[in-house]
């Protein structure tokens, strides 16, 4: 029986010594999976689909079915007239680009703009797939600081993208795994800064408050401004891969340049052009998803920790002392969250009703032996 290697480590040396040098040593990406009745760990949206809305999708995947023989819409056009209409702001088709999921949105603009010899930027901590997916393009990640609250400050995050001089800036906004909020004051001063793509990553816009502005306002006479959305996280659609886009239509183009032939299937773009025709139900959720995230919060801190300010699906708190601990003894109680490795904090994110009440009593039971 032939062993299939299951880990890098495991690599027999003449296989080793074939893979691109730049990728030795590096981990692949991935949360912990497991069968446990609370899975709060990965910031998925933990609400189902609509019944109603899950119908529509069946109905649009069954007449997909029919002419599966065949090719997919290269250039998705009924897609991007979907993500056109729901991101208004008054964008246009050829202004809207989509993958599969956020992560293959990124991936297309750095295999564009950045690549070997080239450097893309992120203020740390953040999203930990940025620097895994600016390696496997070839170029180099340099990484940047924020305060102690985890902000960003203008004119600090400007000093440092003109000192690092990248081709490529990722601004997580709110912040990934911290949940911090990005004012438009910060991303406008990023811009002025560097003369690189400023990508401005919304992937958990919908769970900022109302009234608050997206970066898609800031669009209109800056061809290198990038807002990039997922349906993974509002829209609870993490299983069928669905990231998006909104550029100046130049920037799309170049991105045909790198995606593969027939990128998105029939069947993808069939499952998010019914569920866009959906928003309002499937954005419903939202409210009790924003409710259970601030009541999580709240109990936090009255349990003695440190909850950082959300505008996501999850909570960033601190106040932990043994962080690895603390996980396990969730973990034997039946909930799964995240340790994403800063000093004394863990991630949760604010599911059910019912699966927030049990991540919490959880953490309760423990008592002061979570505690710093």
Known sequence: MVRVSARLEDLPNSLENLLRPDLRGLTPYGAPQAPLPVALNVNENTHPVPEEVADDILDGIARALREVNRYPDREFTALREGFADYLGHGLAPDQIWAANGSNEVLQHLLQAFAGPGRTAFGFAPTYSMYPLLTRATGASYVSGTRGVDYTLAPEDAAAQVAQARPDVVFLCAPNNPTGTPLGLDVIEAVYDATDGIVIVDEAYQEFAPRDSRSA???????????????????????GARVGYLAADPAVIDALRLVRLPYHLSALTQ??????LRHAPAMLAMVDDIVAQRDRISATLAALGYTPYESWTNFVLFSGVADPAATWHALYDRGVLIRDVGIAHSLRVT????????????ALASIGDAGRA
């Open 350 to 361: 604010a599911g059910t009703e019912a699966e927030s009440t049990a991540f919490l009593d």
């Open 216 to 238: 898609l306002t800031l669009l209109p006479g800056r061809e290198r401004l990038v807002v990039s959305r997922t349906m993974s996280k509002a829209f609870a659609f993490a």
């Open 270 to 275: 069939a499952a998010a052009v019914a569920a």
